[in-house]
């Protein structure tokens, strides 16, 4: 707070202005919400209960078995076993499938764990460019 010893202007005691904040007020104002948040907010996340489905297995097995397409870390890309490229893959995946709508069909993806980003992100966005919105990802079975 500011302020002034009284005494005549150029008097030895004149102060002048003070133009400093005052900060002590308010890190005592946000050391106190930092402690109530700390601890009200363990309460918030236990607090909360939902009660999840049990997991249940399908009642049946789908139709047909996907189509795999497998790319490899020197970049090749494989449709079930035969080789092919990203400007033909549409082609390929229609002729696999031989249905009128080749789209409509799952495709599942995997890929080598060397296989750059890029590689991997190129079959994806290819595929979505064709028009096949039905991908899935393979991953390692860790049990």
Do not use: C, H, W
Request: aromatic share 6%; glycine share 6%; no cysteine.
């Amino acid at each position: 707070m500011a302020g002034k010893v009284s005494g005549a202007k150029g008097d030895k005691f004149d102060l002048g202005q003070n133009a400093e904040i005052n900060v002590t007020p308010l890190v005592d104002v946000m050391l106190v919400l930092l402690i109530i948040f700390m601890v009200s907010a363990p309460m918030a996340t236990v607090a909360i209960k939902v009660d999840l489905p049990p997991a249940q297995a399908p009642k049946e097995k789908p139709k047909k078995e996907p189509t795999f397409i497998s790319i490899q870390s020197d970049g090749a890309i494989y449709i079930v076993d035969k080789p092919t490229s990203r400007q033909t893959l549409a082609a390929d995946l229609a002729r696999r499938f031989d249905v009128a709508k080749p789209t409509e069909e799952t495709v599942m993806i995997r890929a080598d764990k060397e296989v750059r980003y890029e590689d991997f992100m190129g079959v994806v966005n290819q595929l979505q460019t064709d028009g096949f919105f039905k991908v899935g990802l393979i991953n390692e079975d860790l049990s």
